[in-house]
């Protein structure tokens, strides 16, 4: 055994591994790890480090000084996302970099190891990590400490050094005496373009009244009776078993168009007597209209949505797709639901402006109107490929979708004049049930 000198360890591993595998068929598994692998070395290799163990699922890698280790995880992350497209694989890395005093091991003649407290850091910061993150272990930064960086997204904003770190909160670690103090590094245009919304798991324990998070499942659409509005997800539960789950159209958001065979993204929330229901359903390729809810230099951003419980859903806009659109914030666009995850956020994909000028489907207040009364009220627009539309009765925007038409083969039009049952639609708004068009009497 050598008591080494102070070394800093840099944790490079794939996000979400589990998830990758059970998607991809194993050669392709082993293909996409083997251009990681091949990046991570090559970069490693530049930066005058030394690749000291497999990981599985990654590696770790020594250095001489710390600015070595966060350089070459910066150079690795943006290698990854230029040559490992996220939207077609789903694929992105994480690590964490610690540095200290460590002891070398001899295991043989030509192979090493290196154990200590830096090493079980990097580690475990590592695997607390979301997607895209490198997260930095090291004592309070002075103006004369901080570690020098370059990103490509950096330079080219001129970025000043102290934006490139946001401290995160202290977290307990196994056989760590003391909670860790850490940093994000924020190598890419801006803190938000984490393929999550913080880069480091929660890790403070969490008050007993404070409410769970809803855990995103994911399944397929097995049965959906179109004319009753409701139906039933078969999905994979935490416990290997295949499970089905009923969902109404009410819940699926944006309303979007479903079909049987439709793979959705949702949540398990009580339903009527507390039974479980299907709610914030997303439909995976369905279209829908958004709001831009930023923009940065290099074309990426954010979409916004919201779900029947009026939570907020953002999609991310790649670079490549935001740079040739005219876009600005608040802009409305029609946009294609792109794969994602729990962790990993969610994609919008074939962007299109919209040629209204706000949201749709955001009622205006009007005068209120009765439960269960018999009103009517002027089609404003309808979506026959997806359904659904608006009508306007007294200054309210009245949802209107097929499942409730009594004559489901008839495509109400705008200008038309239907009568509805006024029934609770979402945050306050009203929905028509048993539709039925009317005959204008003639003047």
């Given amino acids: 055994m050598i008591i080494a000198?102070?070394?800093?360890?840099?944790?490079?591993?794939?996000?979400?591994?589990?998830?990758?595998?059970?998607?991809?068929?194993?050669?392709?598994?082993?293909?996409?790890?083997?251009?990681?692998?091949?990046?991570?070395k090559e970069q490693i290799r530049q930066l005058d480090g030394e690749p000291v163990r497999s990981l599985g699922d990654g590696?770790?890698?020594?250095?001489?000084?710390?600015?070595?280790?966060?350089?070459?995880?910066?150079?690795?992350?943006?290698n990854v996302t230029r040559h490992i497209p996220y939207a077609?694989?789903?694929?992105?890395?994480?690590?964490?970099i610690a540095s200290g005093p460590c002891s070398r091991i001899s295991l043989d003649h030509h192979l090493f190891d290196y154990l200590g407290t830096a090493v079980d850091i990097a580690q475990q910061l590592c695997e607390r990590a979301h997607g895209n993150a490198i997260l930095l272990h090291h004592p309070p930064l002075s103006e004369n400490e901080r570690l020098p960086i370059h990103s490509l997204a950096g330079l080219q904003q001129n970025r000043a050094l102290p934006d490139y770190y946001i401290e995160q909160p202290l977290c307990k670690l196994q056989g760590v005496k003391s909670p860790i103090r850490s940093y994000a590094i924020f190598w890419q245009a801006a803190a938000q373009h984490y393929l999550t919304t913080q880069p480091?798991?929660?890790?403070?324990?969490?008050?007993?009244?404070?409410?769970?998070?809803?855990?995103?499942?994911?399944?397929?659409?097995?049965?959906?009776?179109?004319?009753?509005?409701?139906?039933?997800?078969?999905?994979?539960?935490?416990?290997?078993?295949?499970?089905?789950?009923?969902?109404?159209?009410?819940?699926?958001?944006?309303?979007?168009?479903?079909q049987e065979n439709d793979h959705v993204q949702f949540v398990i929330k009580p339903g009527k007597e507390g039974r479980p229901q299907a709610c914030s359903v997303l439909v995976m390729g369905g279209r829908m209209i958004g709001q831009v809810a930023s923009l940065e230099g290099d074309g990426s951003g954010y979409l916004t949505i919201?779900?029947?419980?009026?939570?907020?859903?953002?999609?991310?806009i790649l670079p490549h797709i935001g740079r040739h659109l005219p876009l600005r914030v608040n802009d409305v666009v029609e946009f294609v639901v792109g794969s994602?995850?729990?962790?990993?956020?969610?994609?919008?994909?074939?962007?299109?402006?919209?040629?209204?000028?706000?949201?749709?489907?955001?009622?205006e207040t009007g005068d209120n109107l009765t439960?269960?009364?018999?009103?009517?009220?002027?089609?404003?627009?309808y979506f026959a490929d997806k359904g659904y539309g608006f009508a306007k009765c007294r200054r309210n925007?009245?949802?209107?979708?097929?499942?409730?038409?009594?004559?489901?083969?008839?495509?109400?039009?705008?200008?038309?004049?239907?009568?509805?049952?006024?029934?609770?639609?979402?945050?306050?708004?009203?929905?028509?049930?048993?539709?039925?068009?009317?005959?204008?009497?003639?003047?």
């Avoid at 998607?23 to 990681?36: H, N």
């Fill in 371 to 381: 439960l269960g009364s018999i009103e009517q009220a002027i089609v404003t627009v």
């Fill in 59 to 78: 590696l770790l890698a020594a250095f001489r000084l710390p600015e070595q280790a966060v350089q070459c995880a910066i150079q690795i992350q943006e």
């Fill in 306 to 316: 919201r779900n029947q419980a009026s939570e907020m859903i953002r999609f991310l």
């Fill in 200 to 258: 480091m798991g929660e890790c403070r324990p969490k008050n007993e009244e404070e409410p769970e998070e809803d855990a995103v499942q994911f399944g397929k659409v097995t049965a959906f009776k179109k004319e009753r509005g409701f139906g039933f997800i078969q999905y994979f539960t935490d416990e290997n078993e295949y499970r089905e789950i009923y969902f109404h159209m009410s819940y699926v958001v944006g309303q979007a168009v479903i």
């Fill in 5 to 40: 000198p102070c070394q800093s360890f840099c944790s490079i591993r794939i996000h979400n591994t589990e998830a990758l595998k059970t998607a991809l068929a194993e050669a392709d598994w082993v293909a996409l790890f083997s251009r990681f692998y091949a990046i991570a």
């Fill in 340 to 363: 994602g995850s729990e962790s990993e956020g969610l994609i919008a994909t074939e962007i299109t402006l919209h040629p209204g000028e706000k949201m749709l489907h955001v009622a």
């Fill in 88 to 96: 077609s694989t789903g694929f992105s890395c994480k690590m964490a």
């Fill in 397 to 443: 925007n009245i949802y209107v979708h097929v499942s409730e038409l009594t004559d489901p083969e008839h495509i109400p039009l705008p200008g038309e004049l239907i009568e509805f049952e006024v029934s609770p639609g979402r945050d306050g708004t009203y929905r028509a049930n048993n539709i039925r068009s009317v005959h204008r009497k003639e003047e």
